[in-house]
């Protein structure tokens, strides 16, 4: 499966969805999808990964760059996962502390802090 | 002698076929079910790192994957060709121009495939490196006839 991203706006966030594998092959698409984002001026975003069915390191490095990316435009990256198998490897890597990870859009929209 | 070999080109498109026949033939074998996530993601990382190794080092040779099923485990080898420092030798030189974000990718690879899996075994040398990885397998039920 390959990997399928939309983005919309919600309020002052957009809100990237995510669908299919990131890895190695994927992952430089949705780089430059976040790259273009962040370079068109948005710094809130929210990466719904509800769709994910895979993720590996090479995809961690991007969302991490991404952070890296809207950080220093004082924005925000937050996640969206419910998925067991997605989560773990965020906690393996110690990233869960690295990235705010909410249940729902909803959620991730609506946080501040 | 493995039971299933493959040797693929270093692309990354690639390496999505080898995490899927590297998970069907750890099923077969006798994985837990619900440790074959964890064997698509291991190997995966592993051969996104010998990728990545032959591709900065212009290597041309495939990457290998060996699936080996024993008698009560199953154990996967991905093996590159590339020149690894040695210890003690510089670290740095051996990837031939990699930027800071390629060895930070590498060494994450590597954090995964440790933190998923107990029992791994990283070598590594001159001509190449290999990571074997195994895992328990449960016999299948006896049939009854």
Request: proline share 4%; charged share 25%; aromatic share 4%.
């Amino acid at each position: 499966m390959d990997l399928s991203l939309s983005t919309r706006t919600v309020g002052d966030r957009t809100v990237v969805e995510v669908g299919g594998e990131i890895d190695v092959y994927t992952a430089p698409k949705l780089r430059e999808q976040l790259v273009e984002l962040v370079n068109d001026g948005n710094f809130h975003l929210v990466v719904d990964m509800e769709g994910v069915d895979f993720l590996d390191s090479t995809g961690l490095g991007v969302l991490v760059g991404g952070l890296k990316r809207v950080r220093a435009h004082e924005g925000s990256l937050r996640l969206v996962c419910n998925q067991e198998r997605i989560l773990k490897i965020f906690r393996i890597t110690g990233l869960t502390k690295v990235f705010p990870i909410h249940t729902s859009v909803e959620e991730a929209v609506a946080a501040t802090d | 002698m493995a039971t299933v070999e493959l040797r693929f080109s270093a692309l990354p498109e690639h390496v999505r076929t080898a995490r899927l026949v590297a998970a069907a033939v750890a099923r077969r074998a006798g994985v837990d079910e619900a440790v074959l996530d964890e064997v698509r993601l291991a190997v995966g990382e592993a051969c996104t790192r010998a990728v990545g190794l032959h591709q900065s080092a212009g290597i041309t040779e495939p990457v290998r994957v060996s699936l080996i099923e024993e008698e009560k485990q199953f154990s996967i080898e991905v093996g590159d060709d590339a020149p690894h420092a040695v210890p003690g030798g510089k670290s740095s030189g051996a990837r031939g121009g990699a930027d800071d974000s390629d060895v930070e990718e590498d060494e994450m690879g590597l954090a995964v495939i440790s933190g998923l899996v107990d029992d791994v075994e990283v070598t590594a040398g001159e001509h190449g490196g290999l990571i074997r990885m195994s895992w328990p397998t449960t016999p299948p039920a006896v049939l009854v006839p």
